[in-house]
């Protein structure tokens, strides 16, 4: 089976620069999650969706993030536009069912800001 | 909202050895899932345990076992004859229906040859 897939795995900006980024779930799970991960920390939850709705959207900052599943699959995560304090890994994972089930992650990609 | 605390930031264990992770949540739940994720140097997450809260039986996954006390709030994670592949960083994070995964700051585990 698939694992979560993601991409691009590294990418360098300047800062007020756009960048987006996507990820691909396992097939068949509903849920799916976008993380960031600032270095020396655990993830932090930005986004998830049921499906193709929001869940929960509550720590995403809206005025420069913003994120869309189309179609309740793939699903790309945008920054624009980005600041030095974005540097980080975003995660991407899914679980088959939203509530208690695992959650299985993607390599994530690693964004630099300069 | 949940808190996670993993009080060990760095840990060290030579090869074939046992080490223990400790973690402690906070949660007013009575019905939850707890986990432990590695991380290793490749970045990705992955899971190594899971527990429900509603079992008293401790969960094992070959050589990883944790010691889940509900009424401390207390899951640490036990790895015995640790191995070089075991180098990682290890999270902590309890779920609750309704919440969100939380994870603690993580303990950088080193196994040594």
């Known amino acids: 089976e698939a694992g979560v897939a993601q991409s691009p795995r590294y990418k360098i900006i300047e800062k007020r620069q756009s960048v987006a980024f996507w990820c691909n779930p396992i097939?068949?799970?509903?849920?799916l999650y976008w993380y960031q991960q600032i270095l020396g920390q655990g993830p932090k939850l930005l986004i998830q969706?049921?499906?193709?709705?929001?869940?929960?959207d509550s720590q995403l900052p809206k005025d420069r993030f913003s994120a869309e599943r189309l179609k309740g699959v793939d699903s790309t995560l945008k920054i624009q536009p980005a600041k030095l304090e974005d540097s980080a890994v975003y995660l991407c994972?899914?679980?088959?069912?939203?509530?208690?089930?695992?959650?299985?992650f993607g390599p994530g990609t690693r964004l630099t800001v300069l | 909202a949940q808190t996670v605390t993993q009080s060990q930031p760095e840990m060290s264990v030579q090869e074939a050895e046992t080490v223990t992770l400790s973690c402690t949540y906070d949660?007013?739940?009575?019905?939850?899932?707890l986990f432990w994720y590695k991380q290793p140097p490749s970045r990705q997450m992955i899971l190594v345990i899971r527990?429900?809260?509603?079992?008293?039986q401790n969960a094992t996954e070959n050589r990883f076992s944790v010691n889940f006390q509900k009424a401390a709030k207390s899951f640490s994670l036990k790895i015995s004859d640790s191995q070089l592949g075991d180098t990682a960083m290890y999270f902590c994070?309890?779920?609750?229906?309704?919440?969100?995964?939380?994870f603690g700051e993580g303990t950088q585990l080193t196994v040594n040859p």
């Open positions: 994972a899914s679980s088959l069912e939203i509530g208690t089930d695992t959650q299985y």
């Open positions: 097939s068949g799970h509903a849920t």
């Open positions: 969706f049921q499906n193709n709705g929001v869940v929960d």
């Open positions: 949660t007013s739940e009575s019905n939850y899932y």
């Open positions: 527990q429900e809260a509603y079992k008293q």
């Open positions: 994070a309890p779920y609750t229906s309704g919440s969100r995964l939380t």
